[in-house]
T-cell receptor, first 114, second 112 residues
């Protein structure tokens, strides 16, 4: 898993509650990403980071926020979870030496919003 | 925007058969990546292609970077049950971005 840890791996929560997912890397890669994966949609980018405190929106960023206070940690927050945010969330990293454009993925977090 | 069209969406084959899948775009790509996702896991890189016409193998897998730079192909020879999973193609957004655009995947089922 290229030194990427996602936590928690599974979470069930209720509509309207805040949720934070964590991605931790030990590779010192510059770029980090959050994706969601849903049947029929493939992988869709939520937010990404190109350095500490530097983040930008992806294609499905509404309802999500991110923070990166350290190189190794990238947090995804759902301020008020909705049932449409039930999904599998993947963190990815890139920017390693000699690994042009290649992203490495974590094992995923399965989130259910009831 | 840039999109990748993967086909077929799904395949059901017998163990031992060869498999072919492809990825096409209306835009030019400078890099093609092929990933495999096992059930319940994250995608794992299989093959990276960086040059038009490039043909690269990884065991029983062979991928090609199309000459037009608008397509790529992945072949699996002599399939085995552990080939089951979803195969994704991906390429960087135009302009040298680190962001990737992904195809929607080809789901492969191998019957023993």
């Amino acid at each position: 898993d290229a030194g990427i840890t996602q936590s928690p791996r599974h979470k069930v929560t209720e509509t309207g509650t805040p949720v934070t997912l964590r991605c931790h890397q030990t590779e010192n890669h510059r770029y980090m990403y959050w994706y969601r994966q849903d049947p029929g949609h493939g992988l869709r980018l939520i937010h990404y980071s190109y350095g500490v405190k530097d983040t930008d929106k992806g294609e499905v960023s509404d309802g999500y926020s991110v923070s990166r206070s350290k190189t190794e940690d990238f947090l995804l927050t759902l301020e008020s979870a909705t049932s449409s945010q039930t999904s599998v969330y993947f963190c990815a990293i890139s920017g390693g030496t000699g690994t042009k454009n290649i992203q490495y993925f974590g094992a995923g977090t399965r989130l259910s919003v009831l | 925007g840039q999109q990748l069209n993967q086909s077929p969406q799904s395949m059901f084959i017998q163990e031992g058969e060869d498999v072919s899948m492809n990825c096409t775009s209306s835009s030019i790509f400078n890099t093609w990546l092929w990933y495999k996702q096992d059930p319940g896991e994250g995608p794992v890189l299989l093959i990276a292609l960086y040059k038009a016409g490039e043909l690269t193998s990884n065991g029983r897998l062979t991928a090609q970077f199309g000459i037009t730079r608008k397509d790529s192909f992945l072949n699996i020879s002599a399939s085995i049950p552990s080939d089951v999973g979803i195969y994704f193609c991906a390429g960087p957004f135009w302009g040298g971005s680190e962001k990737l655009v992904f195809g929607k995947g080809t789901k492969l089922t191998v019957n023993p």
